[in-house]
């Protein structure tokens, strides 16, 4: 057996080296730039969700309650809003410059976003001394929103807008304290809204089955994960130049370049995500479906007001929720998905997994003057 070739050792020995340092390099120049001393996130959260005292062109009391307004929760975090200011009105209009045309190609959780926001704005124009009154936008294409003076009404909700966040990790399985949950299932509704909770194990193997069927077909489609990933913001950088979207560690995911993160959702497998995602849906002690009698867009906006409702009650009393809607989502899925829980002939809007979990980072809004008309 011939001998190896002393200076051939060195040189590999050379060259796993230089792609050490290489690396090292790399990733420490990635690190450096991402978390430049400008760059920082964790006061830019502050500064997006502190109630407001800066100086605008719009009077103060009109800024805090669409920037409010701004804080509730959106599909992507798209932030599918525009509002116009005139004399005793606000209006809220659709942005369809961030719409989702493959997740949701009619509008239908746009138009719920909207309803979030339409209740974040309904709950601070009261606190600041206003009765509001909604016209909902069938046939038009906006919510009008005309304030009245009146006593201001503080809502022991009202704290809990600057709080609220879409937590998507891994909960902690502990069953909900009675009490709290008596909370929650009490949240008023809107006309034309039914919710139901799935506390029961069984049930909730059904909703698990048909968030893996969603998570299979969408995961299958080349075009979901391309507007999805269009959607992520994968490090502090591309957060903070959007003020939108969905960043990495909110998911508990790390920092990484675009083309890493591209590279890493674009390989994930259907079956992954199923997976991950009935973990987490397994971690949660139960599931609420909102659902509606009508599929337009005043049902939609009043399922987006029930939702907010819940959600900001469940911030309230220590509850983490997060949405999983796959089921409803995909379209050969959802009325089965309706037959499968007992809907009946209401029609299933939103799927919202809740429990006990640890905080995640925040998300990013758009100042008020950017969604200002």
Same mark, same amino acid.
């Given at each position: 057996?011939?001998?190896?070739?002393?200076?051939?050792?060195?040189?590999?020995?050379?060259?796993?080296?230089?792609?050490?340092?290489?690396?090292?390099?790399?990733?420490?120049?990635?690190?450096?730039?991402?978390?430049?001393?400008?760059?920082?996130?964790?006061?830019?959260?502050?500064?997006?969700?502190?109630?407001?005292?800066?100086?605008?062109?719009?009077?103060?009391?009109?800024?805090?309650?669409?920037?409010?307004?701004?804080?509730?929760?959106?599909?992507?975090?798209?932030?599918?809003?525009?509002?116009?200011?005139?004399?005793?009105?606000?209006?809220?209009?659709?942005?369809?410059?961030?719409?989702?045309?493959?997740?949701?190609?009619?509008?239908?959780?746009?138009?719920?976003?909207?309803?979030?926001?339409?209740?974040?704005?309904?709950?601070?124009?009261?606190?600041?001394?206003?009765?509001?009154?909604?016209?909902?936008?069938?046939?038009?294409?906006?919510?009008?929103?005309?304030?009245?003076?009146?006593?201001?009404?503080?809502?022991?909700?009202?704290?809990?807008?600057?709080?609220?966040?879409?937590?998507?990790?891994?909960?902690?399985?502990?069953?909900?304290?009675?009490?709290?949950?008596?909370?929650?299932?009490?949240?008023?509704?809107?006309?034309?809204?039914?919710?139901?909770?799935?506390? /029961? #194990? %069984?049930?909730?193997?059904?909703?698990?089955?048909? $968030?893996?069927? *969603?998570?299979?077909? @969408?995961?299958?489609?080349? !075009?979901?994960?391309?507007?999805?990933?269009?959607?992520?913001?994968?490090?502090?950088?591309?957060?903070?130049?959007?003020?939108?979207?969905?960043?990495?560690?909110?998911?508990? /995911? #790390? %920092?990484?370049?675009?083309?890493?993160?591209?590279? $890493?959702?674009? *390989?994930?497998?259907? @079956?992954?995500?199923?997976? !991950?995602?009935?973990?987490?849906?397994?971690?949660?002690?139960?599931?609420?479906?909102?659902?509606?009698?009508?599929?337009?867009?005043?049902?939609?906006?009043?399922?987006?007001?029930?939702?907010?409702?819940?959600?900001?009650?469940?911030?309230? $009393?220590?509850?983490?929720?997060?949405?999983?809607?796959?089921?409803?989502?995909?379209?050969?899925?959802?009325?089965?998905?309706?037959?499968?829980?007992?809907?009946?002939?209401?029609?299933?809007?939103?799927?919202?997994?809740?429990?006990?979990?640890?905080?995640?980072?925040?998300?990013?809004?758009?100042?008020?003057?950017?969604?200002?008309?």
């Amino acid at each position: 057996m011939p001998k190896r070739q002393p200076h051939l050792i060195v040189n590999r020995r050379q060259v796993l080296q230089r792609l050490a340092i290489a690396a090292i390099t790399l990733s420490g120049g990635y690190i450096l730039y991402e978390y430049q001393p400008w760059l920082n996130y964790d006061q830019q959260v502050q500064n997006t969700w502190k109630s407001l005292n800066q100086e605008s062109v719009v009077s103060a009391q009109m800024r805090e309650i669409i920037h409010s307004a701004t804080l509730a929760a959106s599909g992507h975090n798209t932030q599918p809003w525009l509002f116009a200011i005139k004399e005793n009105t606000i209006e809220i209009h659709p942005d369809y410059t961030r719409r989702l045309p493959i997740v949701d190609p009619r509008d239908r959780e746009l138009w719920i976003s909207l309803g979030c926001a339409l209740e974040n704005l309904l709950i601070a124009a009261r606190a600041s001394g206003y009765a509001p009154e909604v016209t909902y936008p069938d046939p038009a294409d906006f919510i009008h929103v005309r304030l009245t003076p009146d006593t201001a009404q503080t809502s022991p909700l009202l704290a809990a807008i600057h709080l609220r966040q879409n937590t998507r990790s891994a909960y902690d399985g502990q069953t909900i304290k009675s009490d709290a949950l008596k909370q929650v299932q009490s949240v008023l509704l809107e006309p034309g809204v039914v919710v139901r909770f799935i506390l /029961n #194990p %069984q049930e909730l193997n059904t909703v698990v089955e048909y $968030v893996d069927r *969603g998570n299979q077909s @969408q995961f299958a489609n080349r !075009a979901f994960i391309d507007e999805l990933t269009t959607w992520i913001r994968f490090n502090q950088k591309e957060a903070l130049a959007t003020l939108d979207g969905l960043y990495s560690p909110c998911s508990g /995911n #790390p %920092q990484v370049p675009r083309w890493l993160g591209k590279m $890493v959702v674009g *390989g994930t497998k259907p @079956q992954q995500q199923a997976d !991950a995602d009935a973990k987490k849906l397994r971690s949660s002690p139960g599931v609420v479906v909102i659902a509606s009698e009508s599929d337009n867009k005043s049902a939609w906006v009043r399922t987006g007001q029930v939702y907010e409702r819940l959600a900001l009650q469940m911030t309230a $009393v220590e509850i983490k929720s997060a949405f999983l809607n796959q089921p409803i989502e995909v379209a050969a899925l959802r009325g089965q998905f309706q037959s499968a829980i007992d809907l009946g002939n209401a029609l299933p809007q939103l799927l919202i997994r809740f429990g006990y979990g640890k905080s995640m980072p925040q998300s990013l809004r758009r100042s008020v003057e950017q969604v200002l008309i």
